[in-house]
């Protein structure tokens, strides 16, 4: 596989990879969810290069999950807003943050802390069955082709075949 085909990938996985996987991308929506807007709040959060930035910001634009609103005229300047396409990022987002709280923490504790307005209470972010509302473990999940799959199924390990494959989860 190569980096810039992933989007093109019989897999889910690897499809999404190739819009949100590099890091510059993922702080970018991270800044996106803490509610910046502006290239130079951007850039200013991040310390990124101006531009490593814009074609960061092109790339998320031409994806559909970011769009551009000018917001000054002379010189003309854009805000950046996520889509629909890009709110639906959230539960990626939420699952790094949490997997980073769970693991990557030192003696000071959490850099931030999620409210849930509704009840106002802070919150660890959980992964349910959509059809259950049983938390979902990774033992306890079996995958199988779906109507988008490749015919037969296959995986390609490093350095090896290809194979049929016969997957779960862990």
Same mark, same amino acid.
């Given at each position: 596989?190569?980096?810039?085909?992933?989007?093109? =990938?019989? $897999?889910?996985?690897?499809?999404?990879?190739?819009?949100?996987?590099?890091?510059?991308?993922?702080?970018?929506?991270?800044? $996106?969810?803490?509610?910046?807007?502006?290239?130079?709040?951007?850039?200013?959060?991040?310390?990124?290069?101006?531009?490593?930035?814009? =074609?960061?910001?092109?790339?998320?634009?031409?994806?559909?999950?970011?769009?551009?609103?000018?917001?000054?005229?002379?010189?003309?300047?854009?805000?950046?807003?996520?889509?629909?396409?890009?709110?639906?990022?959230?539960?990626?987002?939420?699952?790094?943050?949490?997997?980073?709280?769970?693991?990557?923490?030192?003696?000071?504790?959490?850099?931030?802390?999620?409210?849930?307005?509704? $009840?106002?209470?802070?919150?660890?972010?959980?992964?349910? $069955?959509? =059809?259950?509302? =049983?938390?979902?473990?990774?033992?306890?999940?079996?995958?199988?082709?779906?109507?988008?799959?490749?015919?037969?199924?296959?995986?390609?390990?490093?350095?090896?075949?290809?194979?049929?494959?016969?997957?779960?989860?862990?």
């Amino acid at each position: 596989m190569k980096w810039k085909e992933l989007e093109e =990938e019989p $897999c889910s996985m690897a499809r999404t990879i190739g819009v949100i996987g590099d890091r510059w991308t993922l702080l970018i929506l991270r800044e $996106c969810f803490l509610r910046t807007r502006r290239f130079e709040g951007f850039q200013s959060a991040l310390g990124i290069t101006r531009h490593l930035l814009a =074609e960061r910001l092109k790339k998320l634009v031409r994806l559909g999950i970011l769009r551009r609103i000018p917001y000054q005229e002379a010189p003309k300047r854009h805000e950046y807003i996520l889509t629909q396409k890009g709110l639906d990022l959230y539960p990626i987002m939420m699952a790094l943050v949490h997997w980073g709280d769970t693991h990557m923490v030192d003696e000071r504790g959490r850099p931030l802390l999620h409210q849930h307005r509704k $009840c106002g209470k802070d919150f660890d972010p959980v992964m349910v $069955c959509s =059809e259950c509302g =049983e938390p979902l473990l990774a033992k306890e999940v079996h995958t199988h082709p779906g109507p988008g799959a490749q015919s037969p199924l296959t995986i390609a390990a490093p350095d090896k075949p290809k194979a049929k494959a016969r997957r779960s989860a862990a």
